[in-house]
Each structure stands twice: as C-alpha cells, then as structure tokens.
C-alpha cells in the first residue's frame, strides 16, 4: 500500500523550533517530488516547501523562507520539513505530498498536481 505518514505536529509557542517527518512507504519515491502544504483554520490549503528527492533541489514559499527547511533521508524514505522561528501564522495542518510528475517554479502550488497525500499533523503556535 503506497502511503505518507506525517507526524511530529504540536503545541509549540512562537519562535521556537518544530521538525516534522513525512514517511513514505509502498514504491521507490527516488524519481517523485515531496511537499509540505498546509491549511489554516478558515483558508485555503497552500504550498510551502518541496523537493527533488533524486536532486534534492527545493522550493520555498516566500512565507517560510529563511525559517523553514526541507530534507530528505533516503535510507529511511523519509522527508523532513525543520520549522525554525516559529509565528502564530505558522499555525496549521501540515501534509505531506508526492507527484511523480515533473514540477517546477509556479507549478510547486499546484495541488491538483500531487496525487499522494498524507492524512495531516497538526502545527499550533501559541503567542
């Protein structure tokens, strides 16, 4: 059975630090592309990281950049999403996402694109 697994996702307060992991299982993901969206109470889902798991080339939303980083462990078929300086606005369900489609530059956003996905964990930063 192909699936994404995230956890990690907690109760933190703002500015610290939070590493979520997504575990990948049921194919070689070696040729897909990973994400993490994530939906806030009341908006829309929205992108923000990806990555090349063969390349290990990634994106970043303007919102995270400089605060967030993404990583993958091939041995254990794992992505990681490292949250640092974490805000209020950082509150949210985080998923984990995969598309053996070729993506890149704008199409990172594009949801329809990755037909993989985890169930959520969920990220609350308290002020």
């Known amino acids: 059975q192909v699936q994404l697994v995230e956890s990690g996702g907690r109760l933190v307060q703002a500015g610290d630090s939070l590493r979520l992991s997504c575990a990948a299982s049921?194919?070689?993901?070696?040729?897909?592309?990973m994400a993490w969206f994530r939906q806030a109470p009341g908006k829309e889902r929205e992108f923000v990281s990806g990555?090349?798991?063969?390349?290990?080339?990634?994106y970043y939303a303007d919102s995270v950049k400089g605060r967030f980083t993404i990583s993958r462990d091939n041995a254990k078929n794992t992505v990681y999403l490292q949250m640092n300086s974490l805000k209020p606005e950082d509150t949210a369900v985080y998923y984990c996402?995969?598309?053996?489609?070729?993506?890149?530059?704008?199409?990172?956003?594009?949801?329809?694109?990755?037909?993989?996905w985890g169930q959520g964990t969920q990220v609350t930063v308290s002020s």
């Open positions: 990555i090349r798991w063969s390349a290990g080339t990634t």
């Open positions: 049921g194919r070689t993901f070696s040729s897909y592309a």
């Open positions: 996402a995969a598309t053996s489609r070729p993506v890149s530059g704008s199409r990172w956003s594009s949801q329809a694109d990755f037909g993989l």
